[in-house]
């Protein structure tokens, strides 16, 4: 039997049943794990100053494309030092339409034979 991952809910929302806070399983923990990761600040989480994607850094920024690869490298090896539960496949960035920024991370779950799974941050 794969091993069953859970994580709190980050919106820290009320379970009506067990008057507790709602739990996030498996493939949802991951992508809001993940999420986590790519939009925390390094240097933000108390003694682990090196957690984190910086992925803000673009907002006031018109990046070149060697920029955007190199941010892509940064993300990568963020998620893959931060969070042991995923295969890393790719990760994307893009600018949308409307002046916001597109990061798509693909990744496999390393307990499983899933398909490929998706998460998309928009900052």
Known sequence: MATRFTDIDFLL???DL???VNVKYDGNAISQSIKNIILTTQKEKLFSQFFGG???DL???????LDLRIKESFLAAAITNDEPRV?????NIVDSEEGRWLISVLYN????????????VTI
């Open 13 to 15: 929302t009320k379970n």
């Open 18 to 20: 067990t008057n507790d």
């Open 54 to 56: 910086n992925a803000y």
């Open 59 to 65: 907002v006031f920024d018109s990046p070149s494309d």
């Open 87 to 91: 295969n890393l496949q790719s990760i």
């Open 109 to 120: 779950q390393t307990n499983s034979n899933n398909l490929t799974q998706n998460v998309i």
